[in-house]
Structures are given as structure tokens and as C-alpha cells.
């Protein structure tokens, strides 16, 4: 996806008085490429724990990775743990093993699910479809698409929103490792 083209068609639609654009900017516009959708691997490799950046772990949605680095840290810490609690060798090496199966399940299709969208949408059509002023007006269609760019968790689904996002996450099969 063109993020750039994409900022530079949605600055103009910010309020003036925000003061967002070229003559009120410190400085040139500077990015690099973020590494999106759990496509760093191996996420465990003889002592080394990859999280958040690292692993791939920025969403491919939206560009947000501080929540899952935050909670893929929790994860590799309490797989650690148990780790340190075996006997060094192949045991402890099998406990740390499970890093990468963890993060496989929690979030593999929910990444997956995005790169499927960016490959045959976003790549497509950058964010247009998503500014059109019918989704914008929409409260509900803004309240799910939120939703789903933020990250949708592992919880029980709390109203409909979360039963259709996570049904939707159910049907999309888990990749091959």
C-alpha cells in the first residue's frame, strides 16, 4: 500500500485550523517499512525470543504494533519462565520451542486474514475504500472496521461485532509453518 499517497489524500480532509500540512511541517516526511503480519521467522531460535518489530508482529491492518509486542512479551516472558524452571538441555529447549506455536495460535489468522486484505484490497485500492464518505458517515460499519484494525482479541465475544469478527477470524485457516 501507498502510505504516503494515502496521508497525502487525507490531510486535506483534516480541518484547516489543525495546522497539518507542508508549510507547518518541522521537517520532510520520513518512513521505512514496517515488518507486518508475523513475516519474520523463525520466532525462536537457540536462546533468541523474536517480539513485537522484531517478529513481524505489526498489524497489517493498521500499521499498530505496541499491543501485540506488549503482549507477546507476556507471553515469551511466562514461556521463559517455565523454561528456566527445567533442567538445561533438551527439555528446556522444548519448553521454549512453544514460543512460536503460541504466538501461531493467538494471532496467525488474525494476521493472516490482514494480509489477505492488504494483498487483494488495500494493495489495490489503498485506504479508499475505507475513507469513502458512505463508511465514514456509517457509526456502525466505523465502530466495526475500529474493531478490526485495532486487533481483535482472543476473548469471548462481548456483543454481535465481536461474534462476526471472530467467526470470520475462525474461518480462515491456519498457516503452514
Not at 466495526?144 to 485495532?150: D, G, V
Request: net charge positive.
Amino acid at each position: 500500500v501507498d502510505l504516503r499517497a494515502t496521508l497525502e489524500h487525507w490531510l486535506p480532509r483534516l480541518p484547516a485550523d489543525w495546522g497539518l500540512d507542508e508549510e507547518t511541517a518541522d521537517s520532510p516526511l520520513r518512513s521505512a517499512p514496517l515488518p507486518m503480519g508475523l513475516n519474520r521467522r523463525p520466532q525462536y531460535r537457540r536462546g533468541v525470543l523474536l517480539v513485537g518489530d522484531s517478529a513481524g508482529m505489526v498489524s497489517p491492518w493498521s500499521g499498530e504494533g505496541i499491543a501485540q509486542a506488549m503482549e507477546a512479551a507476556e507471553v515469551a516472558a511466562d514461556i521463559i519462565a517455565l523454561a528456566l524452571a527445567r533442567p538445561a538441555g533438551p527439555r528446556r529447549e522444548h519448553a521454549l520451542h512453544q514460543y512460536p506455536a503460541e504466538i501461531q495460535r493467538r494471532w496467525a489468522r488474525y494476521y493472516r486474514l490482514g494480509n489477505l486484505a492488504g494483498d487483494l484490497i488495500l494493495s489495490r485500492y489503498g485506504f479508499r475504500p475505507v475513507l469513502h464518505p458512505r463508511v465514514m458517515a456509517s457509526p456502525h460499519v466505523l465502530r466495526t472496521l475500529a474493531r478490526l484494525l485495532t486487533h481483535v482479541a482472543d476473548e469471548p465475544a462481548q456483543d454481535t461485532i465481536d461474534a462476526v469478527l471472530h467467526g470470520m477470524l475462525r474461518l480462515v485457516p491456519l498457516p503452514r509453518r
